[in-house]
């Protein structure tokens, strides 16, 4: 099993000017792992519409390309919503970064079945491009969608191009347990990104948060041999949300939960209130510069504790 690296694990050093996809690469071979998920949407301080890229010409995506290469890494993609022709965008740059599997997520802000329905339509619009450039297409629970949704449209689009991108936190957003949408998804899935997370309050607002790999409420071992076993994977990717706080996007009971207990339990936040409170994580710099200091380092942190974390679950679960 292969362990990669996405960008929004380092979603600070990105929008701060500390880090470019070029250093970012490196970070990722120095930190032992296999491989890139770079995400192609735009954010504070990034390309407009291409986030993490600072393009998409020929001669820059293949600098990206030799440089990912070059330190032996694979390469995945991550991009948003399903409009045929921003679709067609991010499969290009996946096809000329060498990507064999592009992320993308079907709601944005709120759970719509319009665009549920208009999703299936959409995906089935571009599947000869998948066929032609060799790419599979993983569709996300991103926050809104419970497991059984997302199945429910790569079911109506049938095609083996189309599968699932099993994350295993965001099924909490929709009030679905973890290890049961994993254990849903698994054999649908053919991206992932794993990580780990808490329930928090800012104020007396319940959100879920994202913390370390193994330092939250998520069963991650449970999570990872399920995705050992029950799927065909051969790739695992960290995306720490960390520091991320999200509100709960669908009414409680959606996903089949309805009491903060097992891995909604309510617990402390991770950093002091007094300093900065959750929903505020994402863009630090906001409340202060000493807010921001002290997230990008604990940020910084994160990675690593979460990549030696990977490591230990893949050795157990996979051999050395």
Not at 89 to 95: E, G, T
């Amino acid at each position: 099993m292969k362990i990669g690296l996405e960008t929004e694990s380092c979603h600070l050093f990105f929008q701060h000017g500390l880090m470019n996809i070029f250093d970012f690469i490196r970070r990722t071979w120095e930190l032992g792992l296999d491989g890139v998920e770079i995400n192609i949407i735009p954010d504070l301080n990034l390309h407009p519409e291409l986030g993490c890229l600072s393009g998409d010409d020929d001669i820059y995506l293949q600098r990206v390309r030799r440089t990912i290469e070059y330190h032996g890494l694979y390469c995945e993609i991550d991009t948003r919503l399903t409009d045929p022709a921003h679709l067609e965008r991010a499969l290009y740059i996946a096809h000329k970064l060498n990507a064999d599997v592009v992320r993308t997520y079907i709601n944005k802000n709120e759970y719509s079945q319009r665009s549920m329905s208009q999703a299936v339509q959409d995906i089935r619009s571009v599947i000869p491009l998948l066929k032609k450039y060799r790419i599979k297409l993983g569709i996300e629970n991103h926050e809104y969608e419970t497991s059984d949704e997302i199945i429910d449209v790569i079911k109506q689009t049938d095609s083996p191009w189309v599968g699932a991108h099993c994350d295993i936190g965001n099924a909490m957003m929709a009030w679905e347990d973890p290890v049961k949408a994993v254990r849903k998804l698994a054999p649908y899935t053919c991206s992932t990104h794993f990580k780990d997370h808490i329930v928090c309050l800012h104020d007396d607002i319940p959100v879920v948060t994202g913390v370390p790999v193994g330092e939250g409420s998520i069963d991650t071992e449970e999570c990872f041999r399920i995705l050992v076993e029950n799927s065909m994977v051969t790739r695992i990717n960290i995306e720490t949300c960390y520091p991320y706080a999200s509100v709960f996007d669908r009414e409680k009971g959606t996903g089949g939960v309805c009491s903060f207990s097992g891995a909604f339990e309510i617990k402390p936040p991770p950093f002091p209130a007094g300093m900065i409170k959750p929903l505020d994580y994402y863009y630090p710099h906001q409340i202060s510069q000493a807010a921001l200091k002290q997230l990008l380092n604990a940020q910084g942190e994160c990675v690593k504790k979460s990549a030696q974390a990977l490591k230990k679950l893949r050795n157990k679960y996979c051999g050395e």
